[in-house]
């Protein structure tokens, strides 16, 4: 019985509005989600055949799954060489991100197209094979990364230079 007073306690005109205030709130807090980052695999089509990246290689996350809060989108080079592919992360994060010695090392400044960014490497990486830089866009961290297929022993080109060439060749489909 004191349920049915409840029931019909909630049904009335002054708990109405109550219940239409808390409505709102809950409807005005789920539209305060929080941001998300830019996503990498919204760059066009023919962007990345420009930058020498097969299309038909895309891959939206790291085996499906973005990860640490970053959205990543990754592509292969084009047949038919297929030596390396490169990874492009977007984060809420700063630039002082990559200072963290427990993961990244060898940073050093560097200038793609006229973005100010900084080359790193992840630790243990082996440089001959491997390069990543990063660059601040607004209030993301904008990361690409190359990596050489681990059937390639000694690549015919500079992983470092290889990969500024593609984010440079990118320059206008990335976040300012």
């Not at 002054?14 to 929080?34: H, I, M, R």
């Not at 998300?36 to 066009?44: E, G, K, Q, R, V």
């Not at 990364?145 to 440079?168: F, G, I, K």
Request: hydrophobic share 40%; with cysteine.
């Amino acid at each position: 019985m004191a349920v049915l007073l409840l029931l019909s306690g909630c049904a009335n005109t002054t708990d109405g509005d109550a219940l239409a205030t808390a409505t709102s709130s809950a409807a005005a807090s789920t539209t305060a989600s929080t941001p998300t980052p830019w996503d990498p695999c919204t760059i066009p089509d023919e962007a990345i055949e420009r930058a020498g990246l097969n299309v038909d290689t895309k891959e939206s996350g790291v085996f499906g799954r973005d990860q640490n809060g970053f959205k990543i989108c990754g592509w292969e080079d084009r047949p038919p060489n297929n030596k390396y592919y490169v990874r492009i992360f977007a984060g809420l994060e700063g630039i002082d991100y990559i200072d963290d010695p427990g993961y990244f090392d060898r940073l050093q400044p560097v200038q793609i197209g006229f973005r100010d960014a900084t080359q790193y490497q992840q630790i243990a990486a082996d440089a001959t094979l491997h390069c990543g830089v990063a660059f601040s866009a607004g209030a993301e961290l904008i990361m690409a990364t190359l990596n050489t297929d681990s059937l390639v022993r000694t690549p015919p080109y500079n992983p470092c230079t290889e990969l500024n060439s593609v984010v440079a060749a990118l320059d206008s489909e990335l976040p300012a």
